[in-house]
């Protein structure tokens, strides 16, 4: 099934590579950093056509492009744009391994990565770890985390979610949670962790109405009050992404955003990963649910070339 994307960038018509390199050879060139050559150009162009100028690049000016990049932008722009520049399964792949051998753990990353993505990203993801860091990418969440949360983990990185709505289990997997969580002492989260973890988002999206009727609780109010910590909000996300991904990203960014201090490194990471997917979703979401729009919100809360890209990520007001 071919999906349109839903994205606000996308490849750009008249592409040619080497007329991009060399604009971006200029703008780094002598002295100064034409910055907004950058920006404009990078943020106009799809991921695949950022690898191509980034051959080109190299090809023609035997100099890395990323590289330069680097040495003449700096702080949460510089971070934003190589964001930009990294193939979206290799971006997957380092956020993990830096959020696992990082000090500490930034279960942050781990949550809204392992939560959003499909199966066969999650697959690939894998995959691309192995490789490119000889590691099991299993192993080492398990050897940073514990719990409940350590298995849910586990259970998604399986990547073998049902397909498809079982009609005979609704109820008793709505039960099995009530069960589970409102009807007893205590909570038995094993339950929730393996129904959450296993179930398609068709039949999830069920199981919560059904749940809803049981109990007279939505899903998540449910989970707020039966668990606490990384599992409540590894539980929360998985919640939220059956029932809509990007309903997910749309409050991810406003909490980003709102009261003091910015979560810059939450909002590079959505914009960059969600620009080329379903940006326009979650910007007609975040309209819905909030009471101002993702342009509005980006434009209060960032300055600079930063914000000048982040808007263009954005790709419009909702106002």
């Given amino acids: 099934m071919f999906q349109a994307s839903r994205g606000t960038v996308k490849a750009s018509g008249n592409f040619n590579a080497s007329a991009d390199a060399q604009v971006l050879y200029n703008a780094m060139k002598g002295l100064g950093t034409d ?139 709505a039960q099995a949670l009530f069960k589970a969580g409102e009807e007893k002492f205590g909570t038995d989260e094993q339950s929730f962790v393996t129904i959450l973890g296993n179930r398609s988002a068709e039949h999830l999206r069920k199981v919560f109405d059904a749940y809803m009727k049981i109990t007279g609780y939505e899903m998540e109010e449910s989970i707020k009050r039966e668990t606490s910590g990384n599992l409540k909000d590894l539980l929360l996300a998985v919640v939220k992404c059956a029932r809509s991904v990007p309903g997910y990203f749309a409050e991810t960014l406003y909490y980003a955003m709102k009261g003091a201090g910015t979560d810059d490194d939450t909002l590079i990471r959505v914009m960059a990963s969600r620009s080329e997917v379903d940006m326009l979703d979650i910007r007609a979401d975040f309209r819905r649910n909030f009471a101002c729009s993702l342009f509005s919100m980006i434009k209060g809360d960032t300055g600079g070339d930063y914000r000048k890209a982040l808007l263009l990520l954005c790709g419009g007001d909702d106002a």
Wanted: proline share 1%.
């Fill in 35 to 173: 910055e907004d050559a950058i920006l404009q150009l990078l943020t106009a162009r799809s991921n695949g056509q950022r690898q191509e100028i980034k051959a080109t690049y190299k090809t023609l000016f035997g100099k890395d492009l990323i590289d330069d990049l680097k040495g003449e932008l700096g702080g949460k722009f510089e971070t934003l744009i190589v964001a930009l520049m990294t193939p979206p399964l290799a971006y997957d792949v380092m956020l993990l391994r830096n959020a696992i051998k990082g000090a500490g753990t930034d279960e942050k990353v781990l949550v809204e990565i392992l939560a959003s993505r499909t199966c066969q990203q999650v697959k690939d993801i894998v995959a691309a770890y192995r490789q490119e860091y000889d590691d099991d990418l299993e192993e080492d969440i398990c050897g940073d985390t514990s719990g409940h949360f350590k298995r849910l983990l586990v259970i998604l990185l399986q990547a073998n979610r049902q397909t498809g709505i079982q009609q005979g289990n609704i109820e008793s997997d």
